[in-house]
């Protein structure tokens, strides 16, 4: 890629005007692609690492440090990518993307109390909604590789093809075809601030253990999938059906009792639930939602994925 370095550079130190100008945008990279903060985490890591096996005179000849970290970044996550179907035959149950909180509300001690460093927190916006990401989860490799880069990052084909090891013609196709997925599955969205009234009669509904007031909410044909990862329990397989929904979500408020409490929060940029346990997040709930109706929720109960969401 030649993408040109950002203002600020040390033209002294190329490698360290790349991490200064770059990292977060190896980090949104990443996670657009994996699914993962902490996978992007290990992505960037992997990638300085390259960068530091340079020696200095071929990091000086190196045009665009920062074009050069995002290549291989790419390349990286694409290996990850053709790898991940088959560490998921040994995940337990579903696999959801990991669920990430309104910036202002990141906690975890990456970076001590008060927060993660700026230069670690993902952009927020439709590409990284959990609707989105399930669908590029869906996606080959290389479709989702191609129309990240090229759709979300308004790469030009000929720098993806640097990624994919294809023809600037070939990542078209691949781009196309992963717009035709999207197109397919996307629904028309309520309001951000249709879609928080709606959350907010479900948590009611939820915590007065309203069963008929659940089944309003929910689309008659909705899908709750909920990702444990054989670290918490919860329901291996995804319910289908408004009033299976209700059912199964009223009977587990009984099992919860007293010691969870729900919570309104921004979940990857759109209104959800955080379920405490004595005070700790215990699942985080993101849901999809078209005419007032919940059409879909993914529930992550996996405690390695709830990270940017405890002061741990």
Known sequence: MTTTAGPGDDQGDPGLSAIMSERRRL?????????????????????YTRWYALSPQEQRAIESPG????????????????????????????????????????????????????????????????????????????????????????????????????TAAACRQLASSARRRIRTARTPADSSAGQAHVVRRFKRAWETKDIDALVGLLDPDATATADGGGLAVTHLHPIVGGERIAKAYAKIARVAGDRTTFM???????????????????????FEIADDRIRHIWAVRNPEKLRPWRNT
């Open 67 to 166: 074009a050069w970290l995002m290549t291989v970044a790419g390349r990286i996550c694409l290996n990850l990518l053709g790898s991940a179907r088959a560490r998921r035959e040994t995940y337990v149950g579903e696999w959801i993307p990991e669920p990430l909180p309104d910036p202002a509300q990141w906690i975890t001690g990456h970076s001590g109390v008060g927060g993660l460093d700026p230069a670690d927190r993902v952009t927020l916006d439709e590409s990284v909604t959990m609707a989105f990401l399930v669908v590029l989860d869906s996606m080959t490799p290389a479709e989702r590789v191609a129309f990240v880069l090229h759709d979300v990052f308004r790469y030009p084909f000929g720098e993806v093809a640097e990624v994919t090891g294809r």
């Open 264 to 286: 309104e929060c921004t979940v990857n940029g759109l209104p959800g639930l955080v379920a405490l346990q004595d005070g700790d997040v215990a699942t985080v709930f993101a």
């Open 27 to 47: 980090i949104n990279l990443g996670y657009r692609l994996l699914g993962s903060l902490a996978d992007a985490e290990d992505v960037v890591q992997e990638t």
